[in-house]
């Protein structure tokens, strides 16, 4: 009995040991068969991350964003559609796809790469995006993209560092509707900020989206807005944005509703559009940008070219339109446009009309008054003498100017106004150029870590250009019949070439020389000097200083040496009439005479009517200082004559005269 008790429990912990090890057995064989399957799994996501890479595509990449209120309402509806609450409450979490964060990660950190990782000016390749607009789905980016790679290599193959992606909707929407327009207040005004009130107790402290976690309780903003800004900052694998995501609250009704918050005094801070938050006043908005993928600034910020490329392939003929933004300067040169071609030569049109664009940078390392050297970018990765990034004798340059803040922020940047710089010569890599300017100041300034001077080589597309000129200040007041004269650049010949029409308006043709150095003049005073390069701009509109109130002081001064003169005339006349009475002992008749010199104008009447009017053209001309110089010298001059020819020796000499002939009583002394 007890031997068959033992057989049955011997059977029954063999039956157990082979079940578990079966159990083991098959887990073991099983799981190779998973790691394959995983394996696979990330390698297809790997390659088809790779192929979106090489076609340009790249829905979660910096460069394709759609950041507007219908994109924000997608993305909410999207959210809600994955389980995902599309209330926007701030405490919740957006679900993202982890093979999206993983690629929007990895374009973060190349866009926030450090700047110590930089090589030196001229051995530094550009930088470049190039955003597709298209109107034919047929055409893409991942139909262009290789043609496209293979036609810009052979010019930019060593200087160029070429990223092509579709555009965001809204760039690609700024381009549709008028792409000569587009500047960067457009096309980053979708990007969603953080907006806080300038009078905030801590808005000193608040510099980025932590800081106004850590001092603002409430954050007001759409339920499609905040799960957007949810969504894209889960892409960068931060779920709390910041910091702030639990701080975000919800308000019932659109973008207007929470800008009317604004005014309320219990508001601290919106989540807005960047192009709203320009707009909130009363009190000023101090815009924080958040730590967000598919922003348009942060494109902007990452790359040192990027090209706009509209395509109009369902026109016939075939349309491509292309306009160059140097990131720096936030500058948006001229549209340049080609037309005609087909489908298979599209990527070659596309190339060669971005070549005609791109304009290449010199820093410009030490600038005087009249001339500057500098370097040009990537110069020493040229090897072509006709490559397009290269510079020649005579090419002319725009210079421009951009002045950070301690946050980097630029408040001052752009062109200057009416100058250029034309290439003199090389130095080794060093660009040697003249510099023409119409104002004063220009690229001369102390040198520092948050001021950069730059120039940029101009293309000049249009036939000719019109310049207008009218009153500074006052666009409605047209300067009528200004004289225009032109200087040669090598010697000081001045040629008119006409007047300004009833508009203030002028056309200037395009010469053999690369600008023109053009001198306004009125009443035969130089205004101002306007360097041009016709066909740069259609228009080129100069604010000056009007010439009225000079000619009104001018006309007064002539008035005043015309009566000094008529008052000499009169004067020696009074003087040979007194003197003829004398002769003939006509005393009373003499002194007649002379109570009538005396009551002539005298020196101090007209000096102090002098002073009046002199502080009046003054104050008329208090911000213009070269006029009231001239002003000032007219009156200096007209003082000079008025004390060498009107004074009170005269009517002191015939006084005495008098009175000597009245002692003799017969005759006036000789």
Same mark, same amino acid.
């Given at each position: 009995m007890r031997f068959k008790l033992l057989i049955i429990v011997f059977l029954v912990v063999a039956v157990d040991h082979n079940v578990g090890w079966r159990s083991v057995v098959f887990a073991m064989q099983a799981a190779p068969g998973a790691d394959q399957a995983a394996s696979a799994g990330q390698a297809s996501g790997a390659d088809q991350a790779a192929g979106a890479d090489q076609a340009g595509e790249k829905p979660d990449s910096i460069v394709d964003a759609a950041t507007d209120s219908a994109a924000a309402a997608e993305n909410a509806g999207t959210l809600g559609a994955a389980g995902e609450s599309s209330e926007g409450n701030g405490g919740e979490v957006a679900e993202v796809d982890p093979d999206a964060v993983k690629v929007a990660i990895e374009n973060y950190k190349k866009l926030n790469k450090s700047a110590e990782q930089e090589l030196p000016w001229d051995y530094s390749p550009y930088k470049v995006l190039i955003w597709l607009v298209s109107d034919s789905p047929e055409i893409s980016v991942s139909t262009i993209e290789q043609p496209l790679r293979k036609f810009l290599d052979r010019d930019y193959s060593a200087i160029w560092r070429v990223t092509i992606a579709k555009a965001p909707r809204a760039v690609a929407t700024a381009a549709q509707r008028n792409m000569a327009g587009m500047d960067y207040d457009t096309i980053t005004a979708a990007d969603p900020v953080l907006a806080v009130k300038r009078d905030h107790k801590d808005a000193i402290r608040i510099r980025v989206a932590e800081n106004v976690a850590q001092y603002v309780e409430k954050i007001y903003g759409t339920g499609g807005r905040i799960q957007e800004v949810k969504q894209r900052s889960a892409l960068l694998g931060d779920k709390t944005v910041s910091g702030v995501g639990p701080k975000l609250t919800v308000v019932d009704g659109d973008a207007v509703a929470v800008s009317e918050l604004w005014a309320e005094e219990k508001t601290e801070a919106v989540l807005v559009s960047r192009g709203t938050a320009r707009a909130l006043d009363e009190p000023e908005a101090k815009v924080i940008l958040p730590k967000l993928a598919n922003l348009v600034s942060r494109a902007v910020d990452a790359y040192d070219k990027i090209f706009i490329v509209k395509l109009q392939a369902n026109e016939v003929p075939t349309k491509v339109s292309v306009v160059e933004m140097d990131t720096l300067m936030q500058h948006f040169g001229p549209v340049a446009e080609t037309e005609g071609g087909t489908r298979h030569t599209l990527p070659t049109t596309i190339g060669k009309t971005i070549t005609r664009a791109f304009a290449p940078v010199v820093r410009v390392d030490n600038a005087g008054a009249r001339s500057a050297t500098g370097l040009l970018r990537a110069s020493g990765l040229i090897m072509d003498e006709n490559s397009p990034a290269k510079l020649k004798v005579g090419d002319v340059l725009e210079p421009m100017t951009r002045k950070n803040d301690r946050n980097g922020r630029p408040f001052v940047?752009?062109?200057?106004?009416?100058?250029? &710089?034309?290439?003199?010569?090389?130095?080794?890599?060093?660009?040697?150029?003249d510099f023409y300017s119409g104002r004063a100041g220009g690229l001369q300034g102390r040198k520092n870590k948050r001021t950069f001077r730059m120039a940029l080589k101009v293309r000049p597309f249009e036939e000719a250009s019109t310049v207008r000129l009218h009153l500074q200040r006052d666009p409605s007041t047209p300067m009528i019949g200004y004289e225009l004269y032109e200087k040669e650049l090598k010697s000081?010949?001045?040629?008119?070439?006409?007047?300004?029409?009833?508009?203030? +308006?002028? +056309?200037?043709?395009?010469?053999?020389?690369?600008?023109?150095?053009?001198?306004?003049?009125?009443?035969?005073?130089?205004?101002?000097? &306007?360097?041009?390069?016709?066909? &740069?701009?259609?228009?080129?509109?100069? #604010? &000056?200083?009007? #010439? #009225?109130? +000079?000619?009104?002081?001018?006309?007064?001064? +002539?008035?005043?040496?015309?009566?000094i003169i008529d008052l000499v005339a009169v004067r020696a006349l009074f003087e040979a009439r007194i003197e003829l009475r004398l002769e003939r002992e006509e005393f009373d008749k003499a002194q007649a005479l002379m109570e009538a010199l005396r009551n002539q104008p005298s020196n101090e009447q007209l000096a102090n009517d002098m002073g009046k009017r002199q502080t009046y053209f003054n104050n008329l001309l208090a911000r213009s200082a070269n006029q009231r110089a001239k002003v000032d010298q007219m009156f200096g001059v007209t003082r000079e004559l008025l004390t060498t020819h009107i004074n009170g020796k005269l009517v002191r000499d015939l006084e005495a005269k008098v009175i000597a002939a009245r002692k003799k009583g017969s005759k006036a002394p000789k």
């Open positions: 940047i752009g062109p200057i106004d009416w100058a250029f &710089l034309n290439v003199t010569g090389f130095e080794g890599r060093n660009v040697k150029m000081t010949k001045m040629t008119f070439i006409g007047r300004t029409d009833w508009d203030g +308006r002028m +056309r200037i043709e395009p010469t053999k020389d690369p600008f023109r150095l053009l001198y306004v003049k009125n009443g035969g005073a130089v205004l101002a000097r &306007l360097p041009i390069v016709p066909g &740069l701009h259609e228009f080129d509109v100069a #604010d &000056l200083s009007g #010439d #009225d109130t +000079r000619l009104q002081a001018e006309a007064y001064i +002539r008035g005043v040496q015309n009566a």
